[in-house]
């Protein structure tokens, strides 16, 4: 699959990609950075240590020098900007980063999420308010930022942002996550005239290490293949939405999930 455009790589340079939540190895955003730079594509990603440091997996030594490295070892150049996007100054610094050390952003792939489990009784406001920074307002922040800066060929350019449909005890998280939802969305419309399509990838059960044995029983007991998802799965779904032949691919939400059901 030759990527962005229908020219051979050595016609061409390679596109810059900005992939947000690249935190750890075993992650998503990770894997969706990896595929993409395999792919053809330069790659920046975001990243946010005092966030894995509250979560129950921790911080993953050299996470984001390790994973520029891979990037690199398989052509791409890389930049990686540690950035906080509750800080809604964030998503301006990251792309006036980006374009310093690569150039100009063709596809946004927003991967970075706020995720701490609690319901309709016990989050709290300063939880709720957070969740909804990071999930709902950095996501509308960097698509205007990509949207007010982004010069490439009309056709060309890509957003996409991943969601979350579970809200039961789960509260912040999934409601932040449906505004991510109609945010991105919009931008299939609103961002029309520059020739940019944008859709919503839900990736069902991936386990990266925040699964729990009963949580991980659960649903392979309700996913008809009988196995969870896996980063690359996710990210063969954005390469395929990133690549020319999925341009027609516009303003969905997709569940790349295994069938999961309930």
């Given at each position: 699959m030759?990527?962005?455009?229908?020219?051979?790589?050595?016609?061409?340079?390679r596109?810059?990609?900005?992939?947000t939540?690249?935190?750890?190895?075993?992650?998503?955003?990770?894997?969706?950075?990896l595929?993409?730079?395999?792919?053809?594509?330069?790659?920046?990603?975001?990243?946010?240590?005092p966030y894995d440091a509250?979560?129950?997996w921790?911080?993953?030594?050299?996470?984001a020098d390790?994973?520029?490295?891979?990037?690199?070892?398989r052509?791409?150049?890389?930049?990686?900007?540690e950035?906080d996007?509750?800080?809604?100054?964030?998503?301006?610094?990251?792309?006036?980063?980006?374009?310093?050390r690569?150039?100009?952003?063709?596809?946004?792939?927003?991967?970075h999420?706020e995720?701490v489990?609690?319901?309709?009784?016990?989050?709290?406001?300063?939880?709720?308010d957070?969740?909804?920074?990071?999930?709902?307002?950095?996501?509308?922040l960097?698509?205007?930022?990509?949207?007010?800066?982004?010069a490439g060929?009309?056709?060309?350019?890509?957003?996409?942002?991943l969601?979350?449909?579970?809200?039961?005890?789960?509260?912040?998280y999934?409601?932040s996550?449906?505004?991510?939802?109609?945010?991105?969305?919009?931008?299939?419309?609103?961002?029309?005239?520059?020739?940019?399509?944008?859709?919503?990838?839900?990736?069902?059960?991936?386990?990266?290490?925040?699964?729990?044995?009963?949580?991980?029983?659960?649903?392979?007991?309700?996913?008809?293949?009988?196995?969870?998802?896996?980063?690359?799965?996710?990210a063969?779904?954005?390469d395929?939405?990133?690549?020319?032949?999925?341009?027609?691919?516009?303003?969905?939400?997709?569940?790349?999930?295994?069938?999961?059901?309930g």
């Open positions: 030759t990527h962005p455009d229908e020219q051979t790589r050595s016609d061409s340079p596109p810059v990609a900005l992939v939540g690249v935190g750890r190895t075993v992650g998503i955003g990770a894997g969706v950075a595929r993409l730079a395999q792919a053809g594509w330069n790659v920046a990603f975001t990243y946010w240590t509250r979560m129950e921790g911080v993953e030594a050299d996470a390790t994973i520029a490295r891979s990037l690199a070892e052509g791409a150049d890389t930049a990686a900007v950035a996007l509750a800080d809604p100054g964030a998503p301006e610094r990251v792309f006036d980063e980006v374009e310093k690569l150039g100009g952003v063709t596809a946004l792939v927003m991967c999420c995720s489990d609690s319901g309709l009784l016990d989050t709290t406001l300063e939880s709720f957070r969740h909804f920074a990071v999930n709902a307002r950095a996501t509308w960097l698509i205007r930022e990509y949207g007010r800066r982004f060929t009309p056709g060309s350019g890509r957003i996409i942002g969601t979350s449909d579970h809200t039961v005890g789960n509260l912040p999934g409601a996550k449906g505004a991510l939802d109609r945010i991105t969305l919009a931008a299939a419309h609103e961002l029309a005239h520059l020739g940019i399509t944008a859709n919503v990838i839900n990736p069902g059960p991936v386990d990266t290490g925040w699964m729990s044995d009963a949580i991980r029983d659960q649903m392979l007991s309700q996913t008809p293949l009988g196995r969870l998802g896996t980063p690359q799965d996710t063969h779904l954005v395929f939405l990133c690549s020319p032949e999925g341009q027609w691919v516009n303003g969905q939400l997709l569940k790349s999930n295994g069938g999961l059901a």
